[in-house]
């Protein structure tokens, strides 16, 4: 989590591999403007679970 973007992994066995990420950039934000901050975490939470759900994601085996 950050004032500009965001960044999240999960397990997620597919054909392209063994993880989802998920980066969010917001450019136009500058690095010392705070107040965004709480509109990512509120996205990320709420896109995050939802993207790895519709995307069938399976935790990888130990």
């Known amino acids: 989590m950050g004032t ?4 999240s992994t ?6 392209g ?3 989802f990420t998920l980066t969010l950039q917001l450019p136009r934000i500058q690095l ?3 107040t965004h901050r ?5 996205f990320m939470r709420a ?3 939802a993207t790895v759900k519709t ?8």
Request: proline share 12%; aromatic share 10%.
């Open 32 to 34: 010392l403007d705070r």
């Open 17 to 19: 591999g063994n993880y």
């Open 55 to 62: 995307l069938g994601c399976r935790a990888t085996p130990p």
């Open 4 to 7: 500009d973007g965001a960044i």
């Open 38 to 42: 709480k509109d990512i975490e509120k």
């Open 47 to 49: 896109y995050f679970p």
């Open 10 to 15: 999960a397990p997620c066995k597919t054909k």
